[in-house]
């Protein structure tokens, strides 16, 4: 049993369940605390430390729901198989072999990775939507504007427009120094990103961004994407005519045997809520797919694009926080979080990757407003940005429940994936996920059929996709009754 030494600050910054968290995950991440090594007991660890039971607890319930340690019942808690990535130059044997006969996760539904002929990336079973003013109540991409911070984001800018005139002039290319130095801070704070602001890039968008890393990645570079995956991402590849391998994924997130076989020299992954399965990746797959990277000098592209909503615990640390060796490429944007018109998104290179950015656009404009910028790092620095948080999540999180609860009275339904962002996945097998959209559609509710988003992989059936960002609450009993309606009904098949 692992016997712990370390101290814990209680008139630190950090929470001591923090500290007694990061402790252990660092333990578990450079191989002192080692796969199947038993931790102390709350009550021994309790009076090691001479910290109480609650620090203990929460300290371990986040590093089960991370992934750093599994729960055996009547035995306490035990280390969870995590490969440490390798000193730089040190000969591995292949992470993809030293990961063989691992069991796939149980998270339903589990796509068939067994390929599927496929003659466009047209989905076949999506019927035609009807024009609704309720088209977008169960739309993925739709967000809840009514809780825009309008005050607070129209005080803030005009404060900058009338009081800082030398944003007329030319900025930045990377963006403005205040603003970088705001999100390396709340990168750092709420999702482990290690980073100075000199490594923060600011872009217009993702697409921005996606086409600087394909330009620093070069024309030669082959993309491994998730499959089912994020079209957007899919079609920024496609336009630029690089080459896409498709990784079907698992219970854990993407199979990491299937892209060692791939050939893929990038991985874009959604690791913190995959899209559209909703997974969550466990530490002990980051690592597999980090040691993937490491081992073989090749890059993660880590999207985290909704790690802000999470229910039932804290958003899980990044990939980026994680990597030893700079082979992860963090990005993200606040077109979830605030609102999709908002077309301000960032990155961070790791530092071998930053001349190169800087000698192919270190000379351009950049290519958002340095009024929205500063609008956003005054927004970031001075809390407006938290606050509206936890005010926007708690609203999610009401919202998310009260929609599993309608959703409870349709027989035979299952959801999963639910666990974070604002999208989830719905199971009916009464019907085939043709018949199921059809009939959403005739009720006015358009929704998305999984098989939309699969590209070598046969979906599961009867599956489709629900998303509540736009859904407003006091409707959500509504929508489902008539769901339920055109679900359990007997309308007349075409």
């Known amino acids: 049993m692992f016997s712990f030494t370390l101290t814990l600050d209680p008139k630190g910054r950090t929470p001591m369940y923090d500290q007694l968290y990061a402790a252990v995950a660092e333990a578990v991440r450079d191989g002192t605390l080692r796969h199947g090594e038993k931790l102390p007991s709350k009550r021994e660890l309790c009076a090691q430390l001479g910290v109480s039971r609650a620090t203990v607890e929460t300290a371990y319930e986040l590093l089960l729901a991370e992934g750093y340690v599994e729960s055996r ?51 076949p079973y999506i019927p035609e939507r009807k024009k609704s003013a309720d088209a977008a109540l169960l739309s993925t991409s739709a967000v809840d504007v ?44 709420y999702r482990g990103v290690r980073c100075a602001p000199e490594q923060v890039v600011v872009g217009s968008g993702m697409e921005t961004l996606m086409g600087q890393l394909m330009t620093l990645f070069g024309p030669e570079a082959v993309y491994a994407m998730e499959d089912p995956c994020y079209p ?24 990491a045997e299937a892209l060692e076989r791939s050939g893929a020299t990038v991985a874009y992954l959604t690791p913190s809520h995959q899209f559209p399965l909703g997974i969550t990746m466990p530490a002990s797959r980051r690592s597999l797919l980090l040691h993937w990277a490491v081992s073989g000098e090749r ?11 999470r ?27 605030l609102a999709p018109a908002i077309r301000l998104a960032y990155m961070v290179l790791p530092a ?23 609008v956003m790092a005054r927004f970031l620095a001075e809390g407006y940005y938290g606050r509206y948080l936890r005010r926007v999540g708690k609203r999610y999180a009401d919202r998310r429940a009260a929609l599993l609860a309608a959703l409870s009275g349709i027989p035979g339904l299952n959801v999963s994936g639910a666990d974070g962002g604002i999208h989830f996945l ?59 309606a055109a679900w359990t009904g007997n309308t007349n098949k075409r």
């Open 73 to 123: 019942p009547r035995s306490g808690y035990f280390v969870e198989d995590y490969l440490s990535t390798p000193t730089v130059g040190t000969s591995i044997a292949c992470p993809a072999c030293e990961a063989s006969n691992r069991p796939a996760g149980d998270l339903h539904p589990i796509p068939d990775s067994k390929p599927k002929e496929r003659t466009s990336n047209a989905c």
């Open 299 to 309: 890059w993660i592209i880590e999207d985290d694009y909704d790690s802000e909503f």
């Open 426 to 484: 719905v199971f009916l097998p009464r019907y085939d996920e043709a018949e199921l959209l059809r009939r959403a559609a005739e009720a006015g509710l358009p929704l998305r059929g999984l098989s939309e988003f699969c590209r070598e992989i046969a979906p599961p059936p009867s599956t489709l996709i629900l998303g509540y960002g736009g859904l407003p609450t006091e409707r959500v009993g509504e929508v489902v009754a008539r769901l339920k």
């Open 352 to 374: 071998s990757l930053l001349p190169r950015w800087q000698a192919l656009y270190g000379r351009q404009q950049p290519t958002v407003s340095r009024y929205e910028q500063t």
């Open 311 to 337: 229910y039932g615990g804290r958003p899980i640390s990044s990939m980026q926080g994680m990597d030893r060796h700079g082979r992860v490429v963090y990005t993200g944007t606040f077109s979830r979080s």
């Open 232 to 255: 957007a991402m899919e079609r920024s590849l496609s336009a630029r005519g690089r080459a896409i391998r498709w990784v079907p994924m698992d219970g854990s997130g993407m199979d």
């Open 146 to 189: 009514s809780l825009f911070p309008y005050a607070s984001w129209a005080k803030l800018y005009k404060e900058v427009v009338y009081n800082s005139p030398e944003l007329l002039q030319r900025g930045e290319p990377q963006g403005e120094p205040a603003l970088r130095e705001a999100l390396a801070r709340l990168l750092n704070e």
